[in-house]
């Protein structure tokens, strides 16, 4: 027989699983424990701080809604938090990955930090009796599949790199190129791609070379009077990997000379791999040429991971430095920190470096202060839809109707407000801010924020909001 507090909490879960996404359930409602139920409070047990300030912040309104819906008009929530000696916590944290978003069958389940952990990581160049690599491939040994995580953010273009590391030259991928932003792991993959090429194939002659590197080369060749050596050199290889292509736009010498080779490399059934921070249509001062070589194989992108994939990439790292930190703490980074994925690793090891410096332990605290300092001295700029967020979630409105022509006087304010944040926080134009905002013009943007700033200056309980949502768009 289930408890009362049991067939409550059911009935809510129904609710909430309709109103946010899978993965968002699975995440941050699924762990949720119902305690017990007594004078119409119902109390939940939640994993960790984090857990309870992130409901709060994020799913107060629905949360609301839904306890009104189920207990009545003086229904009440409570959190029971579960307190734990997280540095010394022996048990890792496991990340659950929802597994029926996966598009299809045959894509390799999700891999979670602990499987990684557990596996021995494999240094390809440690082969015993092998005869000596003749060329140096400048491959860096870190950056391995083993040490790369999956997400959604890089399925295709980790699976795609996978299958030309089994067979280099054999698939429909050549060549492969890698693009997305910075920081996003384009590096990593094509190391990656090159050490499992030589763990497959000891054999084969893999080169990788950032394009900046080839330029000067190829300069210094010039110079030199030595291009057909150079031009041979780079014929020689099995694998040709080239990072950051995007370095030789407006360079058209050294565009030629590498449409050569990489006609030479493809011609003889070579493997060409190349990295790009952008995608081939975007790229600019590029001889089309070239371009439409780049369009023979694969482009592939790496977007800006989710924060399972954040996650699962900082216990990877804790696990190659051989560092612990709290749970709580991890997921505040991953939380915080979105966009690049260096930056976050550099969050986390700044973190460990203030710590050891300050003889602290590492909690949430110092965690919550670092990445203030971190935040600001990069200048992250919060977006738009966040403010929008931010601000619907406080005022308790659904975000559509901020978004839509509603002449309302609460949803007039909180419009308001967020186009206020908007033009204070981000470098968006007005007209931007406007579109984004129910259709506006960029004068109605105006008209808000001079609206918003009067306001303040008279109206306590009106700059009280402000305040509370300042605190909140800062933490991120
Ligand atoms: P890019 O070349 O796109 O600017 P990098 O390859 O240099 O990015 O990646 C930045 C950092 O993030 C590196 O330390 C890399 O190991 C790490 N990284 C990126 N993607 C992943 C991933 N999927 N799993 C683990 N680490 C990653
Ligand atoms: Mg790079």
């Known amino acids: 027989m289930k408890k009362?507090?049991?067939?409550?909490?059911?009935?809510?879960?129904?609710?909430?699983?309709?109103?946010?996404?899978?993965?968002?359930?699975?995440?941050?409602?699924?762990?949720?424990?119902?305690?017990?139920?007594?004078?119409?409070?119902?109390?939940?047990?939640?994993?960790?701080?984090?857990?309870?300030?992130?409901?709060?912040?994020?799913?107060?309104?629905?949360?609301?809604?839904?306890?009104?819906?189920?207990?009545?008009?003086?229904?009440?929530l409570e959190y029971s938090i579960v307190m734990e000696n997280s540095v010394k916590n022996a048990n890792p944290y496991t990340v659950r990955v929802p597994t029926s978003n996966v598009r299809e069958v045959k894509n390799p389940a999700v891999s979670l930090p602990i499987d990684v952990a557990n596996s021995p990581i494999k240094n390809p160049f440690i082969i015993p009796g092998l005869r000596k690599i003749k060329i140096e491939s400048h491959l860096n040994a870190n950056y391995s599949f083993e040490n790369f995580i999956e997400g959604d953010c890089n399925r295709l273009a980790r699976s795609a790199g996978f299958a030309v590391a089994q067979k280099p030259g054999g698939t429909a991928f050549n060549p492969l190129l890698i693009y997305g932003g910075v920081g996003l792991g384009k590096t990593h993959l094509i190391h990656a791609i090159g050490l499992e090429i030589k763990r497959n194939h000891p054999?084969?002659?893999?080169?990788?070379?950032?394009?900046?590197?080839?330029?000067?080369?190829?300069?210094?060749?010039?110079?030199?009077?030595?291009?057909?050596?150079?031009?041979?050199?780079?014929?020689?290889?099995?694998?040709?990997?080239?990072?950051?292509?995007?370095?030789?736009?407006?360079?058209?010498?050294?565009?030629?000379?590498?449409?050569?080779?990489?006609?030479?490399?493809h011609q003889n059934g070579r493997q060409l791999v190349i990295s790009s921070d952008k995608a081939p249509v975007e790229m600019t001062g590029m001889e089309q040429r070239l371009l439409s070589r780049f369009k023979w194989g694969?482009?592939?992108?790496?977007?800006?991971?989710?924060?399972?994939?954040?996650?699962?990439?900082?216990?990877?790292?804790?696990?190659?430095?051989?560092?612990e930190l709290p749970k709580e703490v991890v997921e505040y980074l991953a939380y915080s920190i979105t966009t690049n994925i260096r930056e976050l690793e550099g969050a986390m090891i700044s973190l460990i470096a203030q710590s050891?410096?300050?003889?602290?332990?590492?909690?949430?605290?110092?965690?919550?202060?670092?990445?203030?300092?971190?935040?600001?001295s990069t200048a992250r700029e919060v977006s738009i839809d966040y403010i929008q967020k931010v601000v619907c979630d406080y005022f308790d409105l659904p975000i559509d109707l901020l978004k839509s022509k509603t002449r309302k006087r609460e949803v007039v304010q909180a419009r308001q407000i967020a186009m206020y944040f908007a033009k204070k926080m981000t470098k968006s134009s007005l007209a931007n801010i406007g579109a984004h905002c129910g259709g506006k013009d960029h004068a109605t943007v105006l008209h808000a924020c001079r609206t918003v700033n009067n306001l303040q200056e008279t109206d306590k309980q009106f700059r009280g909001y402000l305040e509370d949502l300042e605190k909140k768009l800062s933490i991120h």
Request: charge should be negative.
């Open 4 to 76: 009362d507090h049991e067939k409550i909490w059911d009935r809510c879960l129904e609710v909430i699983k309709d109103n946010v996404s899978q993965q968002s359930f699975k995440t941050w409602f699924e762990p949720i424990q119902p305690v017990k139920f007594t004078d119409n409070i119902l109390t939940i047990q939640v994993p960790s701080q984090f857990f309870y300030e992130w409901l709060e912040e994020h799913y107060i309104g629905l949360l609301k809604k839904i306890i009104r819906k189920e207990i009545g008009a003086d229904g009440r």
């Open 203 to 265: 054999g084969k002659t893999v080169l990788y070379v950032p394009a900046e590197k080839f330029t000067q080369q190829f300069i210094e060749a010039v110079k030199n009077n030595t291009i057909g050596d150079f031009q041979q050199f780079y014929q020689m290889m099995d694998v040709l990997i080239v990072d950051d292509v995007q370095f030789l736009s407006g360079k058209e010498k050294t565009q030629d000379v590498f449409f050569h080779i990489f006609n030479h490399l």
């Open 298 to 323: 694969l482009s592939a992108d790496l977007q800006a991971p989710g924060l399972e994939t954040r996650i699962a990439i900082l216990e990877k790292k804790m696990y190659a430095e051989g560092i």
């Open 356 to 376: 050891s410096l300050n003889k602290k332990a590492v909690t949430l605290e110092l965690a919550k202060q670092m990445i203030d300092k971190f935040v600001k």
